[in-house]
């Protein structure tokens, strides 16, 4: 029968296999042949692993939020520390809503954290959904509006939107305003142009989708400078310390085929637990 000392051995022994599959990036394989075993022994040894989260001192913090989603199956909702370089909360979920944005950051409050901004992406209804500021994640904009005129615009008008786009992040709120109301007077007129069913006689606008694009930049506007208008909080102007974070976890998880889902997502948690 196990005495106290052998199961303090074998908790350890299970940490660093534990260690070895997922920050060493072996496979089930690789850890058997390693210990001379068989890969169920190595199973067995990860089944009863725990995920033990750090407690940090709660303080003044600006919240980076998100959400990066595994397949079909699941997704993740984050809420980071970008200055302490910490993710303070997670959550699994099958899809993101604004509630649990809210929850999440009211938990975060209830436990002692002061949240004094918020960096995230423009799901409608989030950036006005909050008490603090709403900083428009640079990243998330530039990439809705590209999901609408693509990469490589054929239009001349989706060419200079996505021309202005790229000089977001190196200009103030005054000098992006007026490049895009240029771009408007430039342009407005074309965006206007309809186009009408021969058949239905129902008519559509001809550009539709260019006009999504402008009238998305136009509508985050209000958000997308929140960062130059509070320079003592040092808000990022971008969600890209989670999008990293999220980049290495799916990195990694793609070298362990086969995993059940509670499986992924304790692979999940502990990189979320030491990013």
Known sequence: MCNKKCRQKKRVQTKEIWKEFTH??????QIAQQY???TKWVQRQLKG???EKRELASDEVVIVMDTTYFKRLFGVMVWRCPHRKKNLLWKFLLYETIGAYKDGIEMLEAVGWK???I???GRRGLLQGFSVPVQMCHFHQAAIVTRYVTRRPKLDAGQDLQSLMRHLPHVGEAQFTLWLELWYDKWGTFLKERTTDELTQRWHYTHRRLRSAYYSVKRNLPNLF??????ALHIPNTSN???GIFTHIKKNMRLHGGLRIHQKQLMIEEFLRVE
Not at 24 to 29: E, P, R, S
Not at 226 to 231: A, G, M, Q, V
């Open 241 to 243: 310390s989670l999008e």
């Open 119 to 121: 960096v995230c992406d």
């Open 226 to 231: 929140i960062y130059l208008r509070h320079p």
């Open 115 to 117: 949240v004094q901004a």
């Open 24 to 29: 060493g990036k072996q496979t089930h394989t």
């Open 36 to 38: 001379g075993r068989s």
């Open 49 to 51: 692993i725990k995920i």
